[in-house]
């Protein structure tokens, strides 16, 4: 167990308080259970990095343990290069702990949840 540092944990809350509109319609379908998994929202996971000296934590939008599956939410400012890195970073360390990341597109959810949904039945 990792203790999660004060910086992390502002950010947490702010990320849990200012939730994008695309954020709060996916999260609606996804608590409790109703896609029969539990997720967890905006909730700080630790990840081994090569610097094993340096803590590493990552915050991902959603998060079902049960099934190793990582839900990023992407929105305009996705499409930056440096923000793409970054992206690509945090999946790769991830991936490296068997766990899957779905990227799914704000516009998508906002004008097509039914299939974002039937996107992530399917994986589970």
Request: aromatic share 12%.
């Amino acid at each position: 167990m990792y203790i999660v540092p004060n910086n992390i944990i502002e950010i947490w809350r702010k990320l849990r308080l200012n939730m994008t509109e695309s954020e709060k319609k996916i999260w609606n379908e996804l608590r409790n259970k109703k896609l029969w998994v539990k997720f967890l929202r905006q909730n700080p996971m630790y990840v081994f990095t090569e610097n094993n000296w340096l803590n590493r934590f990552i915050i991902p939008d959603f998060y079902c343990k049960e099934k190793n599956l990582i839900l990023e939410i992407d929105w305009n400012i996705h499409n930056l290069e440096e923000v793409l890195e970054l992206d690509l970073e945090k999946e790769k360390l991830v991936n490296n702990l068997w766990i899957k990341v779905i990227r799914i597109k704000n516009e998508d959810i906002l004008n097509n949840l039914y299939n974002v949904l039937n996107k992530i039945k399917i994986y589970l």
